[in-house]
């Protein structure tokens, strides 16, 4: 079974923070990233900072939010500039928010599926 997931390029700062936890969303710009809130979305949201850098976390729920709300404040200058806000009081609009959960081990869940098929099997 081939798990759906997207691709996120993000800055260090973001990736650093996304990998220790401390970041549990991902906001993007409707404008590019409507199609995430289709019938069938990602499960796997994928993160990559440079060549070498890729961490994965299971996506837990995909919406639509005002991003104030979701930071709990305004979005720094460069995350307006990322969501391609008018930065002279940038309009106020919903953006799309990823929430993050687990990291995803493709190990953990062959692991965890073979345990099911064993246990399925033996009853």
């Avoid at 997207?6 to 906001?27: H, N, P, T």
């Avoid at 460069?78 to 391609?84: F, I, S």
Wanted: with cysteine; glycine share 8%.
């Amino acid at each position: 079974m081939k798990v759906k997931k997207v691709l996120f390029m993000v800055r260090r700062e973001y990736y650093d923070a996304i990998v220790s936890g401390e970041k549990q969303e991902e906001i993007r710009n409707p404008d590019n990233w409507q199609w995430l809130l289709g019938d069938d979305p990602p499960k796997v949201a994928v993160f990559m900072c440079g060549k070498n850098r890729i961490h994965r976390r299971q996506i837990t729920r995909i919406y639509m939010e005002d991003p104030a709300k979701v930071l709990g404040r305004e979005p720094s200058y460069q995350g307006k500039l990322d969501l391609c806000y008018d930065i002279g009081g940038y309009p106020k609009r919903d953006c799309i928010v990823v929430e993050l959960g687990d990291v995803y081990s493709v190990e953990g869940i062959e692991r965890y599926m073979n345990e099911k098929i064993k246990k399925a099997l033996e009853e």
